[in-house]
């Protein structure tokens, strides 16, 4: 079945070293998400790739950073967690079929890594 | 920024109780999204509305995009266990969430 896999589905790291999570996707979408959630709150758009163009929401602190290497993989880098970083963090995928570059279409989400910082 | 209010926050029902909940926007949308989350889980798309108006069942599940575009509701008939979870509204340009309903049912 086609699919959106988030990897490690659990990750504890310290306060300070960097941290790497993983999504990829069998479902050949053009736009790829990632999103912060923290306990009970709504999922929270930390940036997006509309193909290789990579969108930073204007609120995202620097210390997040993403790489796509092709159409399939999409990486959330950390580069230095504090503990308000603790949260699920959330891979989203979609196919922008117009072309009109409108992120609102159906998006489908991975299972979530759950990130605990000490 | 759009914000978008769910209500109600929580739901207590029981088994086989019918359920409604809705969501208002600040500004108009031409996309309406309903999706439920489980525990430890991702969102899952349960219905996608894209029409003022339109009404779309999935299952027991059944959703419309309202009227004057800033609203949507969703209703599911004869709870089951399984229906226990969070459900979110969503829509805009940029996918923005509602604050979620929690539904939780009673034995």
């Known amino acids: 079945d086609a699919m959106v896999i988030q990897n490690p589905r659990y990750q504890v790291t310290q306060f300070g070293k960097p941290v790497t999570l993983s999504c990829s996707q069998t479902?050949?979408?053009?736009?790829m998400y990632w999103y912060q959630q923290k306990s009970s709150q709504a999922p929270k758009l930390l940036f997006h790739?509309?193909?290789?163009?990579?969108?930073n929401e204007a609120d995202t602190p620097d210390n997040f950073q993403s790489r796509r290497p092709n159409t399939s993989f999409c990486f959330l880098d950390i580069r230095s967690p504090g503990l308000g970083d603790t949260a699920m963090y959330l891979c989203?995928?979609?196919?922008?079929?117009?072309?009109?570059?409108?992120?609102?279409?159906?998006?489908?989400f991975g299972p979530g890594t759950r990130l605990t910082v000490t | 920024g759009q914000q978008l209010n769910q209500s109600p926050q929580s739901m207590f029902i029981q088994e086989g109780e019918d359920v409604s909940m809705n969501c208002t926007s600040s500004?108009?949308?031409?996309?309406w999204l309903w999706y439920k989350q489980d525990p430890g889980e991702g969102p899952v798309l349960l219905i996608a509305?894209?029409?003022?108006?339109e009404l779309t069942s999935n299952g027991r599940l059944t959703a419309q995009f309202g009227t004057t575009r800033k609203d949507s509701f969703l209703n599911i008939s004869a709870s089951i266990p399984s229906d226990v979870g969070i459900y979110f509204c969503?829509?805009?340009?940029?996918?923005?969430f509602g604050t979620g309903t929690r539904l939780t049912i009673i034995p």
């Open positions: 479902l050949n979408h053009n736009v």
């Open positions: 509305l894209y029409k003022a108006g």
């Open positions: 790739y509309y193909d290789k163009d990579f969108n």
């Open positions: 500004s108009i949308f031409n996309t």
């Open positions: 969503a829509g805009g340009k940029k996918l923005t």
């Open positions: 989203a995928t979609s196919r922008d079929r117009a072309g009109n570059r409108i992120i609102t279409v159906e998006q489908y």
